[in-house]
C-alpha cells in the first residue's frame, strides 16, 4: 500500500506537466486569409494574386460559377504555422473541358459548398500550396492560362500606329509607346489586331514593327 501511494504521489506531478497531446491553435484565421488573397504565383513572368487566381479559376471552369466566402482554419499538419484557406464556391456545373476523363469527374462533382483550399505558411517566408485536387486544378488551368497569354504577346520596340482597319489609310486609333508589351488578337494581311492589357479595346499594328517576346529574351519553355 505504501508503495502504490508513493507512485501516485510521483506520478501525479508528472502527468500534470505532461502537455496536451492535441493542444488548442488559436490563429488569426481573418488575417491569414487576408494574406493567402495577396499572395502571389509567378509563372512564366506573369504574376497572379492567389485571389485572382482562385475566382478566375471558378469563372472560367464553372458554368454559374459564384464564390461564396473565404473560410480558413488551421492544419492539421501544422497548426502553429499553417493555415488551410478555402474559397467556398457554388456551380451549375462545369462548362471547360478537361484533359482527362478524372479531372471530368471531379469538375462535374463540384456544385453547391464546394471549395478550392491553399495551405498557407508563414513560417519563415510566405508559402502557398494546392491542398486537394480543385486547388492542383485551379494552379493547372491558371498555368495553361498563362500559356496561352505568352504564345500571343509582342512587343513594339520603336512602337507604331494603331488603325481602326488593317490598312494605313484606315482611321488611327491610338499611338504604341516603344517598348510596349501587346496581346495580338488576330492576323490579316500584314496586319495585327492587338491590344495593350488590360485594355479591352483592340487596333492593327503593321506585323513588321512587333517581335514575339519570347524569341526576343531568348526563352525557350
Known amino acids: 500500500m505504501l508503495a502504490a501511494r508513493t507512485l501516485k504521489t510521483v506520478l501525479a506531478p508528472v502527468l500534470v506537466l505532461l502537455p496536451s497531446p492535441n493542444p488548442s491553435v488559436v490563429r488569426d484565421v481573418a488575417r491569414d486569409i487576408d494574406g493567402l488573397q495577396r499572395a502571389e504565383c509567378e509563372y512564366r513572368g506573369i504574376v ?15 458554368e454559374g460559377g459564384q464564390l461564396l466566402r473565404w473560410q480558413a482554419q488551421p492544419s492539421p499538419y501544422n497548426p502553429e504555422t499553417e493555415t ?57 488551368v491558371f498555368r495553361a492560362t498563362v500559356d496561352g497569354f505568352v504564345e500571343r504577346m509582342v512587343y513594339a520596340p520603336a512602337g507604331g500606329v494603331l488603325y481602326a482597319a488593317p490598312a494605313p489609310s484606315a482611321p488611327v486609333l491610338a499611338r504604341v509607346e516603344a517598348g510596349a508589351v501587346l496581346l495580338v488578337e488576330e492576323e490579316r494581311a500584314g496586319y495585327v489586331r492587338v491590344r495593350q492589357p488590360p485594355a479591352a479595346a483592340a487596333g492593327w499594328l503593321a506585323r513588321e514593327e512587333v517581335r514575339a517576346v519570347e524569341k526576343a529574351d531568348g526563352r525557350n519553355h
Request: net charge positive.
Open 84 to 140: 488551410l484557406v478555402t474559397a467556398v464556391f457554388t456551380a451549375a456545373g462545369p462548362k471547360a473541358s478537361a484533359p482527362v476523363p478524372e479531372l471530368a469527374h471531379l469538375r462535374a462533382q463540384s456544385g453547391a459548398g464546394t471549395g478550392v483550399t491553399w495551405r498557407y505558411s508563414k513560417l519563415a517566408v510566405v508559402r502557398v500550396a494546392p491542398h486537394g485536387d480543385l486547388a492542383r486544378d485551379a494552379m493547372a
Open 48 to 62: 497572379a494574386r492567389f485571389d485572382e487566381l482562385t475566382r478566375a479559376y471558378i469563372l472560367q471552369v464553372y
